[in-house]
């Protein structure tokens, strides 16, 4: 019975709703989470209206919206259900920046707030990563938000000599490469890059994945922006 348990457990994947009045974009969102291991996709809208409909009625863990909706933009979307479903995190998926939007989605609590030309690879992460209650923040927005709250965030991140006195068998050389999985490059363009080879691109993310005691290149780039490299 307890094998059984931890099998089912094992299945749970996050229930995600995806609302942009692009149906394009959403079909070419929801063609990147059809082999995710933990993230089903539930439910799409293509208006905001809709998008408030099926989000009470489907309860989703993590919503992926658009600000620009048509009918009503994804802030009012939230206001009007984030205080009957405050279990459901909103990860904003925007090509605007705007220094009102983003303070104002800030205060309203939502999880995420990145920009449409993200690496594909890491919006998998970044879903799991806010469905188990972390926060992602494009770094282009992190500026503003610093700018807009300096008694709040710090200007600076913490220093590379405080990082390397905590992972000092880093060598430089995996600083830089390091930087380069964060930016979400492959071997492929980490060796265009450095002007390596893609075998010593491979060998290099290989041995951070082993020193920053990780599963995997996406995790490496998480532990490097919580610990403050970028």
Same mark, same amino acid.
């Given at each position: 019975?307890?094998?059984?348990?931890?099998?089912?457990?094992?299945?749970?994947?996050?229930?995600?709703?995806?609302?942009?009045? +692009?149906?394009?974009?959403?079909?070419?969102?929801?063609?990147?989470?059809?082999?995710?291991?933990?993230?089903?996709?539930?439910?799409?809208?293509?208006?905001?209206?809709?998008?408030?409909?099926?989000?009470?009625?489907?309860?989703?863990?993590?919503?992926?919206?658009?600000?620009?909706?048509?009918?009503?933009?994804?802030?009012?979307?939230?206001?009007?259900?984030?205080?009957?479903?405050?279990?459901?995190?909103?990860?904003?998926?925007?090509? +605007?920046?705007?220094?009102?939007?983003?303070?104002?989605?800030?205060?309203?609590?939502?999880?995420?707030?990145?920009?449409?030309?993200?690496?594909?690879?890491?919006?998998?992460?970044?879903?799991?990563?806010?469905?188990?209650?972390?926060?992602?923040?494009?770094?282009?927005?992190?500026?503003?938000?610093?700018?807009?709250?300096?008694?709040?965030?710090?200007?600076?991140?913490?220093?590379?000599?405080?990082?390397?006195?905590? +992972?000092?068998?880093?060598?430089?050389?995996?600083?830089?490469?390091?930087?380069?999985?964060?930016?979400?490059?492959?071997?492929?363009?980490?060796?265009?890059?450095?002007?390596?080879?893609?075998?010593?691109?491979?060998?290099?993310?290989?041995?951070?994945?082993?020193?920053?005691?990780?599963?995997?290149?996406?995790?490496?780039?998480?532990?490097?922006?919580?610990?403050?490299?970028?």
């Amino acid at each position: 019975m307890e094998n059984q348990n931890l099998n089912n457990s094992q299945d749970i994947k996050v229930r995600l709703m995806l609302i942009d009045d +692009h149906k394009l974009f959403r079909c070419g969102i929801k063609s990147l989470f059809e082999n995710s291991k933990g993230i089903c996709v539930i439910a799409e809208a293509s208006s905001g209206k809709e998008g408030v409909s099926k989000i009470l009625a489907q309860n989703p863990d993590v919503v992926l919206l658009d600000l620009e909706l048509g009918d009503i933009n994804g802030l009012d979307l939230i206001e009007k259900v984030i205080t009957q479903k405050p279990s459901v995190k909103f990860i904003i998926l925007t090509s +605007h920046i705007n220094e009102h939007v983003i303070n104002k989605a800030m205060k309203m609590g939502i999880y995420g707030y990145i920009l449409k030309d993200i690496n594909s690879e890491f919006l998998d992460m970044i879903v799991k990563s806010v469905s188990s209650g972390a926060m992602w923040i494009d770094k282009k927005v992190v500026q503003i938000l610093r700018e807009l709250n300096p008694n709040v965030i710090p200007t600076t991140q913490v220093s590379r000599s405080n990082f390397k006195s905590t +992972h000092a068998n880093l060598t430089a050389r995996e600083y830089e490469v390091l930087k380069l999985v964060v930016d979400g490059k492959s071997n492929q363009q980490i060796a265009s890059e450095l002007n390596i080879s893609e075998h010593t691109s491979k060998a290099h993310v290989c041995n951070i994945i082993q020193k920053l005691v990780v599963d995997d290149r996406t995790q490496a780039a998480v532990k490097a922006i919580r610990e403050g490299i970028v």
